[in-house]
């Protein structure tokens, strides 16, 4: 085996696969593998599988990666929910993993250079791949694989006493696991069959990972999870997160705080009260709504309705007027009908939220709305995807054009050249919503500056250092 051992880590999807990504590349560098993406022997592909469009893109650079020479292994959300059939659909690949592997990452790319068959794990649910096309080999082909650039030093508790984290970039915003798992059964949702019951992280633990992502240049903290209001209630403490916050907020040099993905259905007065009321907490509610109507959220398996949103959205903004607040909806759920497809358009005129993703409806393998009956036409699908969007567009446009002429503190993140800097305010999270253009001289990224307003393209703002005290 050569002595060199280089590996590459290439991650797709949300916020927890960073995270992931992050204890892999220390799990690694403690094995003696060197992290780096020219010319690496070991290609890692942090896959994700949520939706149709993700295991795409997680194939297309699977296969782009195995052109390279590399040897490839597939590994996160993808190479979990499929294992053995992944592996088979997949030959360019040289191993599948699963996250038992993860321990164990250094031994297993060792056995990969090696040339030593890891036999891939079968999951206890037989799942359906994306058909892998000719077509789809060849443009996938061209792909450019994105790189991570230099990797700064340091390892650090994260989930649990042995296992470390390295960071993989020198952004002055980290994202932060609260938890594993999911414990809700939303009937298009596949995510539980493959990330397990929810189990949350010690709260001591999770401090100690702030304070030392604080001392590598971290300036905002991102609590992620696949249910952030559920945390606490399998340690028996329903109010954890509302203890958590304030915590993480005193640590020396954390900026900001933010939550993300919250469920309507726990979001508890209590909760609201502290992320709209604690110094250093963004006042900033990622909310997971879905729909509005109330019928199809039965469907679904969920809670709520026009009126009871409305009333949550309230009473978030009783406690902090210019909150952030964005969700995602799916459009063209089973038995959909055009008045339950009005409830929604309605719900989002009256909701003024910031950010709006949305999605058509697919089925998804496993889940109990792949059973439903109803199914619509993709025709009307992708009509009523377009007819929303172009709402989200234009109401989400106008929220931020309510914007201009306030001030906000502004975390600098990149330096844009001639007098430009990116940065989010605290209704901004990073990498889905929008961003903030400001005017300065002399800004580095993760100084938090004031600055006023100007004017607004789309969801972005424009703003300028604020002069005076």
Known sequence: MSSRRTVSLITLGCARNEVDSEELAARL????????????????????????????????????????????????????????????????????????????????????????????????????????????????????????????????????????????????????????????????????????????????????????????????L?????????????????????????????????????????????????????????????????ISFQHASGTVLRRMRRFGDPKRFLELLDAIRAKAPEAGVRSNFIVGFPGETEEEFGELVGFLERARLDVIGVFGYSDEDGTEAATLPGKLDQEVIDERVRVLTELAEELTAQRAEERIGTELEILIEEDLGDGGYEGRAAHQGPEVDGSVTVQGIGLVPGQIVRAVVVDAEGVDLIARIKAGP
Request: negative net charge; hydrophobic residues 40%.
């Open 222 to 286: 991102v609590l992620v999870s696949e249910n952030s209001t559920s945390y606490g209630k399998d340690l028996g403490d329903l109010r954890a997160l509302e203890k958590l916050l304030p915590e993480l907020a005193a640590i020396d040099n954390v900026e900001r705080v933010r939550v993300a993905y919250l469920q309507p259905a726990e979001l508890r007065p209590g909760l609201i009260d502290v992320i709209a009321g604690t110094e250093g907490v963004a006042p900033y509610f990622d």
């Open 29 to 220: 560098d403690a094995a003696g593998w060197q992290l780096g993406d020219d010319d690496p022997d070991v290609v890692v592909v942090n896959t994700c599988g949520f939706i149709d469009s993700a295991k795409k893109d997680s194939i297309d650079t699977l296969l782009a990666a195995s052109d390279t020479g590399a040897k490839v292994v597939a590994a996160g959300c993808m190479a979990e929910r499929y294992g053995a059939e992944l592996a088979q659909a997949l030959p360019e690949a040289s191993a599948v993993i699963s996250f038992d592997d993860y321990t164990d990452i250094g031994e297993r790319l060792d056995d990969v250079l090696a040339g030593k068959a890891l036999k891939p794990h079968t999951p206890r649910d037989r799942r359906t791949l994306l058909p892998i096309s000719p077509v789809d080999r060849a443009s996938a082909a061209k792909t450019a694989i994105p790189g991570h650039g230099e990797l700064p030093d340091g390892l650090a508790p994260a989930s649990g006493p042995r296992v470390l984290r390295k960071r993989l970039d020198e952004s002055p915003v980290a994202s932060i696991k609260l938890a594993s798992g999911c414990d809700r059964r939303c009937s298009f949702c596949a995510i539980p069959a493959f990330r397990g019951a929810y189990v949350s992280r010690d709260p001591a633990e999770l401090v100690a990972e702030a304070d030392w992502l604080a001392h590598r240049g971290v300036r905002e």
